[in-house]
Each structure stands twice: as C-alpha cells, then as structure tokens.
C-alpha cells in the first residue's frame, strides 16, 4: 500500500473513531418538563415554534404494544417527548391540554403493577411513566371496550387513567372540541 495512502486512511480513521461518541451518543438529550423520558435535542432556532401564548390541544391515539412487556409503551414514551418539545419551545405547562387514549394491543400498558404482574410476572414498566405524564398535566384514558375485549376488569386500570366509554367516542370528542389528532 502506498505510504502516503495508508497514512491518509490511518488519520482518517482515527478522526471518525475521536468522532464517534459524539455521533453515537446524539448530543446533549434534555427533559424540560418529564425527567427520564422522552428526551428531546433543544433547537431553538428551528423554523415554526410553537406560541408561548396559544393553548395547544392534542389527543393522542396510542394503539401499538410495546415490543416486549419489559419494555416502556412507544406511543407513552412519545407523549413524554412531545411535552417535552413544547416545555422546551417555552411552552408554559398551563398552555397544553394534551390527552391520551390508550385502547387495541396497547391496553395491557396501563394495568395497575399487581394486574400487570398478574399477565406478565413482572412490575409495569410504565408505571412510573403513566405518573410523570398525569403529574405534567396530559390526561389518559382507556377504552373500555378495549378493557372488555381484554377481558380487563376496570378496578385493574392504573389509578391515573380514566376510563371512557371507547376510543372511538373519545377521539371524536375531542376532535370535535378542537384537539389535534396525533396517531401513533
């Protein structure tokens, strides 16, 4: 190998390798309103942020599973970052009325941690998840046809989850009172 390119190479391997635990790592990852979840990357000089002034209402239709049921839900855990995104934007707490539904394979996720144990022989992880979202101020909900369907009697809900009468009714409710719709 020619001395001048392999030296070429070896520098240029040594700067990608300096490099890599920065890349590898993503940056500074921030938790303005929930700490431990939903980590965001500040970008305050991103185009359309969101008015400090206006309320933002979402409902947030959350159906998927987690891959594993050690695993925290991914439809939670991005209500954790979307809270985030807007606490970071300088959104004051009292300026989001964001609402959870939670219904279809997603339902087990919110069972209080003896069900949980009950189905799965372990504690649930969005336990404490579930508390750091209602303690933000976002409300949740579960269907409870989908609690039926389960076979999940409603006394086995987390005590900060409401249960509606479905998905279906919640999400035009809410729609029609002019929340945004966010599908997961």
Not at 81 to 103: I, T, Y
């Amino acid at each position: 190998m020619n001395p001048i390119f392999r030296m070429t190479v070896i520098t240029f391997s040594l700067v990608l390798a300096s490099a890599a635990p920065a890349v590898a790592a993503g940056g500074d990852w921030r938790h303005p309103a929930i700490e431990s979840y939903g980590g965001i990357k500040p970008l305050p000089e991103a185009a359309n942020q969101p008015s400090v002034k206006a309320e933002h209402k979402a409902v947030f239709d959350v159906t998927k599973a987690a891959k594993s049921p050690d695993q925290l839900n991914p439809g939670l855990e991005r209500v954790a970052r979307a809270v985030n995104v807007f606490a970071s934007a300088g959104v004051p707490a009292e300026k989001l009325d964001f609402v959870v539904v939670v219904h279809g394979p997603a339902t087990p996720g919110i069972l209080n941690d003896a069900q949980y144990k009950k189905q799965f022989r372990q504690a649930n992880p969005n336990t404490s998840l579930i508390a750091a979202l209602s303690k933000a101020g976002v409300t949740l909900h579960v269907c409870g046809q989908a609690l039926a369907k389960h076979a999940f009697d409603q006394s086995w809900v987390n005590n900060d989850v409401d249960v509606a009468l479905s998905a279906l009714s919640d999400l035009v409710i809410f729609q029609n009172r002019g929340y945004a719709v966010v599908p997961q």
